[in-house]
């Protein structure tokens, strides 16, 4: 799976982890060069506390459009240490 927006790939992996629809890709799969840690943070009853990335690719910026669990619920553990996309971000095999 590749993780694409603004015609760059953001990451890209064959062991991504589907929860809800969203394909979490090994933190390690993520070129790390595009992120930007932001402050926000949401809460998931059963995933625990979400923090987010913004991602700045050729000057264009996307705020928020990646997150993670970096200490999730029990129920959600298999996406420890993995990141999902959204707003705009195209997730293609």
Same mark, same amino acid.
């Given at each position: 799976?590749?993780?694409?927006?603004?015609?760059?790939?953001?990451?890209?992996? +064959?062991?991504?982890?589907?929860?809800?629809?969203?394909?979490?890709? !090994?933190?390690?799969?993520?070129? #790390?060069?595009?992120?930007? =840690?932001?402050?926000?943070?949401?809460?998931?009853?059963?995933?625990?506390?979400?923090?987010?990335?913004?991602?700045?690719? +050729?000057?264009?910026?996307?705020?928020?459009?990646?997150w993670y669990? !970096?200490?999730?619920?029990?129920? #959600?553990?298999?996406?420890? =240490?993995?990141?999902?996309?959204?707003?705009?971000?195209?997730?293609?095999?």
């Amino acid at each position: 799976m590749k993780a694409i927006w603004n015609g760059k790939t953001i990451a890209e992996s +064959d062991d991504t982890v589907v929860v809800e629809n969203n394909h979490y890709f !090994p933190k390690e799969s993520v070129n #790390a060069d595009y992120l930007a =840690d932001s402050p926000t943070h949401t809460t998931c009853p059963w995933k625990g506390l979400a923090s987010y990335y913004s991602l700045t690719v +050729d000057g264009k910026d996307n705020a928020d459009a990646a997150w993670y669990y !970096p200490d999730p619920k029990p129920a #959600a553990s298999q996406i420890k =240490d993995r990141v999902a996309f959204w707003k705009g971000v195209q997730v293609v095999e």
